[in-house]
């Protein structure tokens, strides 16, 4: 790590100050549900994962793609969207559905704080189920790491805070790397909160906004899912030219474990 890295957390994208990502590397979280999705599409075998901002966008883009190769998958206000494949549940994104697919997608929140780090040098995808990895990832990093938070509807979301402060606390404490703003510190004590208590993550996920507006549309499971801690050892990287999302490190190892 560089003595003047820092790891910095953006509790929602509009926080994201202009000019503040460049040169850095970003690792954008949305727990519930469009990175912990991703992650699960390239485990099982997807080639790439294509984010969109629009529906009629991510329509377009999915028909321009060789017949048969796409996977529409996406949601508005956490429901699916009527003619897509797919919604943003996790456990969807089996082997089978994925294998040699590009996967399109577009999401509330998600997909917008992807597009919305494109100024990083480097932007990662992260979720609870690929925590180690991508801890294992920055490692050697001697770029600032932020972290960017999807958040819900604009707002702050729990979940996100929770993963921001579970990556930035591993950083400070194991790597050195300080803790360089207020909302890291937030996060990682955010995170060490939890982790001290006797609940399951998947619990406590429950209690924000997001995993309630996940229950209440009876998609529990989608909860439990993405609070699955270290079962993925992958870490998505997002290439440009064109813009797609891919494993990190063409010789990576580590699917669904």
């Known amino acids: 790590m560089s003595a003047n890295a820092t790891v910095q957390v953006h509790l929602v994208p509009t926080l994201i100050l202009e000019g ?13 549900r469009a990175t912990s999705v991703m992650v699960r599409a390239l ?22 793609l060789p017949s048969g190769s796409a996977v529409l ?14 919604g943003n549940s996790p456990g969807d994104f089996t082997p089978d559905v994925c294998r040699g697919k590009t996967v399109v997608m577009t999401t509330t929140n998600g997909t917008r704080a ?7 040098d480097r932007v990662l995808i992260g979720a609870f189920a690929n925590l180690r990895a991508i801890r294992e990832e ?29 990556i930035a606390s591993h950083l400070d404490r194991v790597e050195g790397l300080s803790l360089g703003n207020d909302s890291a510190r937030i996060s990682a004590r955010a995170w060490l909160s939890v982790t001290f208590g006797n609940e399951n993550l998947d619990e406590v996920l429950r209690t924000g906004r997001g995993g309630l507006r996940v229950s209440e ?41």
Do not use: K, M, W, Y
């Open 73 to 86: 998958a996406g949601e508005r206000q956490g429901v699916a969207i009527e003619g897509f494949d797919f």
């Open 43 to 64: 485990a099982s075998g997807c080639d790439a994962i294509i984010p969109c901002l629009e529906i009629e966008e991510a329509r377009d883009v999915a028909r321009a």
């Open 217 to 257: 549309l009876g998609l529990g499971r989608d909860i439990v899912e993405a609070g699955a801690v270290d079962t993925i050892g992958i870490v998505p990287e997002l290439r440009r030219d064109p813009l797609r999302i891919v494993r990190a490190g063409a010789t990576r190892e580590g699917g669904i474990g």
């Open 138 to 166: 920055l490692r050697n990093e001697s770029r600032t790491v932020h972290i960017v938070c999807s958040g819900t509807d604009g707002l702050v979301s729990f979940e996100d805070t929770l993963l921001a402060g579970a």
């Open 20 to 32: 503040a990502l460049a040169g850095g590397v970003a690792v954008v979280v949305d727990v519930l």
């Open 114 to 120: 992807i597009l919305a780090s494109l100024e990083a």
